[in-house]
């Protein structure tokens, strides 16, 4: 009898949760979770586990519960524990560990790490990049380059922080090098204030443009095994406008590509995430085990560029492939543990799934608006039309489902192509409702025909100047010229 310990309480953990318990193994299924998630719980008590209620961050309450129900391996959803030690302390144990100890989980952990790693080991899809240890040599640069930048915290804040600035008006320079002494300002300030992790505080990139998309990963640190891509939708409202939250929805599919990434983007993004995992072993002598992710943008420099990394799989897109994956997931995990992952032939469905995400207002900007609701899902009536449901920022008291304040569930649905499963997502909305006054919402627009095709334009119009650059020899190449300073030429 195999015994699991999942760490976290999100959706992304019902996914995997979920998943797991679809294995031949017949796994029992136990949580150390800060929330009762309904979804997990009953997953767990069905399987003969229990939720162990505990702060999933810390290292010694993971790693004794583990010890204490005698687990197999433990599995880890979310990135702060990784970055906190918990695979580290839970291996200390000899319980094997699915899930990033905390040096190669600094690949999300520290942007700056990340860009560095990247330069080094002069990996496609690189950025230009400054990271400051201080906030007046930020201000320093600042003042002297005026240049299109994204401004984010060093460290990974929680999707907080990050400000993109387009520097192209000559006669606004001013006000904007004011907008980004203030924003640095901030990040020293208010976003990195509670970490002392690490030492840098601000990155100053390049800018870059482009349309996003995620690539998931199993690696045993010798071999990848990718997943189907998934695009995210970060903005609040319909459009992609309003403040950026963790995710208000994604798309995936059919097959292994999205419908404005090709067969040749998806490879090369597969080659890139590849070269990060083989450069973490050869710089941390330690391999990689567990789930990587890019967080890419196709660009006119590169093709597939990195946007950032996640140690683990991203909240909603487990949601997109895990349901799908035909695989067993607890051969999948022992591979990983054995570092045997080269044998598994990882198979998926070949349909296109949408997930869309429903929140209380006040997300995420006032989430103490959202907190505290009573929640009601027709869970019958979602799978009627062949949806599923995966729960969030939701925790049970006294048997009431109550909001945490952030995503409080993701629907599932599959169909032959995007829109149609969006069409079938959104017919579901109206089965979940609060029961107080307070009200939800969604993106409406995630997977639909249009918003679809302003990607898809995107894509090819990025597409047509990358291929150029391409012909040209001119990948990954750029040049400045600085008054009177001369060329400087940024390297491929
Ligand atoms: N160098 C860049 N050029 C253009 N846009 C960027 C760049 N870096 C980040 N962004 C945009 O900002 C968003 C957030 O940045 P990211 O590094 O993913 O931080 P986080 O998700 O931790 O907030 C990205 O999804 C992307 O849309
Ligand atoms: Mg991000």
């Known amino acids: 009898m195999v015994k699991i310990l999942l760490v976290g309480n999100g959706a992304r953990e019902?996914?995997?949760?979920?998943?797991?318990?679809?294995?031949?193994?017949?796994?029992?299924?136990?949580?150390?979770?800060?929330?009762?998630?309904?979804?997990i719980l009953r997953i767990c008590q069905k399987t003969g586990g229990e939720i162990i209620l505990g702060k999933p961050t810390d290292p010694k309450?993971?790693?004794?519960?583990?010890?204490?129900?005698?687990?197999?391996?433990?599995?880890?959803?979310?990135?702060?524990?990784?970055?906190?030690?918990?695979?580290d302390e839970v291996e200390n144990m000899g319980i094997p560990c699915i899930g990033a100890k905390k040096a190669p989980s600094e690949i999300?952990?520290?942007?700056?790490f990340m860009r560095r790693l990247m330069w080094k080991y002069k990996i496609p899809g690189r950025l230009r990049f400054m990271a400051f240890k201080n906030v007046e040599d930020a201000i320093a640069y600042i003042n002297e380059y005026a240049e299109s930048i994204a401004l984010k915290p060093a460290r990974q804040a929680g999707g907080k922080g990050v400000k993109v600035i387009a520097d192209l008006q000559a006669y606004l320079q001013q006000e904007k090098a004011e907008v980004k002494r203030k924003h640095a300002h901030d990040i020293y300030e208010k976003h990195m204030q509670p970490y002392t992790d690490i030492e840098d505080r601000i990155l100053?990139?390049?800018?870059?443009?482009?349309?996003?998309?995620?690539?998931?990963?199993?690696?045993?640190?010798?071999?990848?095994?990718p997943l189907p891509l998934v695009q995210d939708n970060k903005n609040a409202y319909n459009m992609d406008i309003g403040p950026e939250t963790g995710g208000m929805g994604s798309i995936g599919g059919p097959g292994l590509t999205l419908p404005f990434i090709n067969e040749e983007e998806y490879k090369q993004s597969v080659s890139i995430v590849?070269?990060?995992?083989?450069?973490?072993?050869?710089?941390?002598?330690?391999?990689y085990r567990g789930v990587i992710a890019g967080q890419m943008m196709l660009t006119a420099l590169w093709g597939p560029t990195i946007i950032e990394f996640y140690s683990r799989f991203g909240d909603p897109e487990a949601v997109n492939v895990l349901p799908i994956l035909e695989s067993d997931l607890v051969d999948v995990s022992e591979a990983i543990i054995s570092g045997k992952l080269g044998k598994i032939n990882l198979k998926f469905r070949d349909t296109a799934t949408v997930v869309k995400c429903i929140a209380p207002r006040g997300y995420p900007d006032r989430r103490d608006l959202a907190r505290g609701h009573p929640l009601y899902v027709d869970e019958a009536a979602i799978e009627k039309r062949g949806c599923r449901v995966f729960y969030g920022s939701v925790g049970l008291q006294d048997g009431e489902m109550i909001t945490g304040g952030a995503r409080a569930v993701e629907i599932l649905a599959e169909a032959e192509s995007i829109p149609e499963a969006s069409e079938i997502a959104e017919s579901c909305i109206d089965f979940v409702k609060l029961k107080d006054d307070w009200k939800l919402f969604h993106r409406s627009d995630i997977g639909g025909e249009t918003l679809l095709e302003k990607r898809i334009e995107l894509a090819q119009l990025i597409r047509e100047i990358y291929n150029?650059?391409?012909?040209?020899?001119?990948?990954?190449?750029q040049v400045d010229w600085i008054p009177l300073r001369g060329r400087i030429e940024y390297q491929a």
């Open 204 to 225: 100053i990139e390049q800018k870059v443009e482009g349309p996003e998309y995620t690539l998931q990963c199993f690696t045993d640190g010798k071999t990848i095994k």
């Open 274 to 287: 590849e070269n990060v995992v083989r450069a973490i072993d050869k710089e941390l002598g330690e391999p």
């Open 108 to 112: 999300e952990m520290s942007k700056a």
């Open 468 to 477: 150029y650059r391409r012909e040209k020899d001119l990948v990954g190449r």
């Open 61 to 87: 309450f993971v790693a004794q519960t583990a010890q204490k129900y005698s687990v197999d391996f433990v599995f880890i959803g979310p990135e702060e524990p990784q970055f906190m030690g918990v695979a």
């Open 14 to 39: 019902h996914a995997i949760a979920d998943t797991l318990a679809r294995s031949t193994h017949q796994p029992k299924i136990y949580a150390a979770a800060g929330e009762r998630n309904p979804g």
